[in-house]
């Protein structure tokens, strides 16, 4: 997924549209060591994931490199996600998000964050 995959704050992504809305959104499961070179580099002392998942600014530097990722692989302007929503777990067969084949079970996804995916149209 060039659209968010390819950002190196990138872990694991599901991005979401349909035909209701004029846009995409993305949950996004950081990098963690992207995520820790950037709060070092950032003057940032509290490196648990879930309160960096919560830092605005972090939100920002992400979504910012997403569309740079996206503009250059040349994607049109409703192909690149518009708003995304940083979750801190990684997705594991185990908690269900993901196929003992790690594949996203989209399904899955759509259920857990319908609220925050709500939030973000």
Request: glycine share 6%; net charge neutral; aromatic share 10%.
């Amino acid at each position: 997924n060039v659209n968010a995959g390819g950002s190196k704050y990138v872990a694991q992504n599901f991005v979401f549209g349909d035909s209701y809305h004029h846009c995409l959104v993305a949950i996004v499961v950081p990098d963690p060591e992207a995520v820790a070179a950037w709060a070092k580099a950032n003057g940032v002392a509290d490196t648990d994931m879930t309160t960096l998942c919560q830092n605005e600014d972090l939100k920002r530097a992400i979504f910012e490199d997403i569309r740079f990722v996206g503009k250059a692989a040349k994607l049109h302007g409703f192909e690149i996600v518009k708003a995304i929503h940083l979750e801190p777990e990684l997705w594991t067969s185990e908690n269900g998000v993901l196929t003992p084949t790690f594949k996203l079970k989209r399904n899955v996804a759509k259920k857990k964050y319908q609220a925050v995916i709500t939030a973000m149209y």
